[in-house]
């Protein structure tokens, strides 16, 4: 007998090995082996007859033979691929009489009514209580899909497996249900916590999607938000121009006194004290208009419990409570929270005086710098002017 063994197992490698389609990538020579191995394990611990034992072996190897000549009705196939080798091999009819029903027995929604036909069944199934399971089970999916049988998503292929485990697989030997059915249940377990899991996250994500599209509040703190941010740094660039013209009448000033105020003490210098007091008069009034724009306006500090009431009140600028206590302040930061068109009245009050604040600024420095770039020509043409007609040549 494990003369046929053999040969039945070189036949099996070869055909499905050289014969069958590359797209079956879970009915093929892996999964036969596997269940030729499973259905060893189980005869272990089971007194059959040795014509039993070898029946449900050659089953093994033989039983999806029949998909090397297509997916339909490939149990039968596999019956006639079976009986025509054994019958080859000089196999007695009753081994092959058992094959080919226990071969059979391998299809789907089949209940076994023999011990022999449960083993073959609970071999060829082994893998749902084996950590093997998560592999076969994709490679039975892209078998599918490859072979145009079936297209599923992975939510809706976890689906077909916890329904198949629920309403239809079972184990049917004792060996398999004392050694299989823990893993089984361990594999369904998972499939149902990753179900529940991509479900959470879909409702969050659902849910996040529905709070984007309809709640304007995202909208309305992105307006508030980048506007200030805007208004921020248009003050910052307010603030350095002023600067930069500070620095530099300093600077004009500085020369001025240091070179030409010492000259004029000199009679023949004279000619250059008019030119001299206009230039340095155009950088101080530069100056001044500079100091001004940048110079802050602080108010009163302080702010009453009607007033916060009454909304009139805008808790977020610091010139309106720096005077004030800070069990006072937290009080009025906790009504303003409680209601956000409060909140919102706060952020547009915030808006409107820092573009007053803005506006004042960039129109002094408008004054500044022209008041700068007059200066520069007219104390220029002053300097010409006077070494022209009042110079020392014309004394």
Not at 59 to 81: N, P, R, V
Not at 176 to 182: G, H, P, R, T
Not at 190 to 200: F, G, H, N, S, V
Request: charged share 30%.
């Amino acid at each position: 007998m494990s003369d046929i063994l053999q040969k039945t197992e070189h036949y099996v490698v070869d055909l499905l090995t050289n014969h069958l389609d590359s797209n079956y990538r879970y009915h093929n020579l892996k999964h036969t082996q596997r269940v030729v191995k499973s259905t060893k394990e189980l005869l272990n611990h089971h007194n059959l007859s040795e014509e039993d034992q070898v029946a449900l072996i050659l089953t093994a190897w033989l039983h999806d033979t029949g998909y090397t000549q297509g997916t339909d009705e490939h149990e039968k196939k596999s019956c006639g691929i079976a009986r025509k080798f054994l019958k080859e091999q000089g196999v007695e009819k009753a081994i092959i009489d058992k094959v080919e029903t226990y071969i059979m027995a391998t299809k789907r929604y089949y209940q076994p009514t023999s011990e022999q036909e449960k083993i073959i069944r609970d071999a060829d199934s082994s893998h749902f209580g084996k950590k093997s399971y998560w592999e076969t089970a994709e490679e039975l999916k892209t078998e599918l899909e490859l072979l145009g049988l079936a297209s599923y998503s992975g939510q809706e292929w976890r689906e077909v497996n916890i329904d198949f485990f629920k309403k239809e697989h079972e184990f049917y030997t004792d060996y398999a249900k004392e050694q299989w059915q823990a893993g089984k249940d361990k594999n369904l377990s998972k499939l149902i916590k990753d179900k529940k899991t991509e479900y959470d996250i879909a409702k969050k994500e659902k849910l996040k999607a529905k709070y984007k599209r309809e709640s304007p509040d995202r909208g309305i703190q992105t307006l508030y938000r980048v506007t200030l941010k805007n208004h921020l740094t248009l003050s910052n660039i307010a603030d350095t121009k002023a600067n930069i013209l500070l620095s530099v009448n300093a600077i004009i000033i500085s020369l001025a006194l240091s070179n030409l105020i010492p000259k004029l003490d000199n009679p023949s210098n004279t000619y250059l004290i008019y030119p001299t007091v206009i230039f340095i008069v155009f950088s101080v009034a530069s100056m001044v208009l500079a100091v001004l724009a940048t110079r802050p306006n602080v108010t009163r500090g302080k702010f009453t419990m009607e007033d916060v009431k009454q909304k009139k009140v805008n808790l977020l600028f610091f010139g309106n409570f720096h005077k004030m206590k800070l069990d006072d302040y937290e009080w009025a930061i906790g009504e303003l929270v409680k209601d956000k068109d409060y909140i919102y009245s706060s952020l547009t009050k915030d808006l409107y005086f820092l573009g007053l604040v803005l506006n004042r600024k960039y129109n002094i420095l408008r004054w500044t710098y022209t008041i700068f770039m007059i200066g520069i020509i007219v104390s220029v043409i002053s300097f010409g002017v006077a070494f022209k007609y009042f110079g020392p040549d014309r004394i």
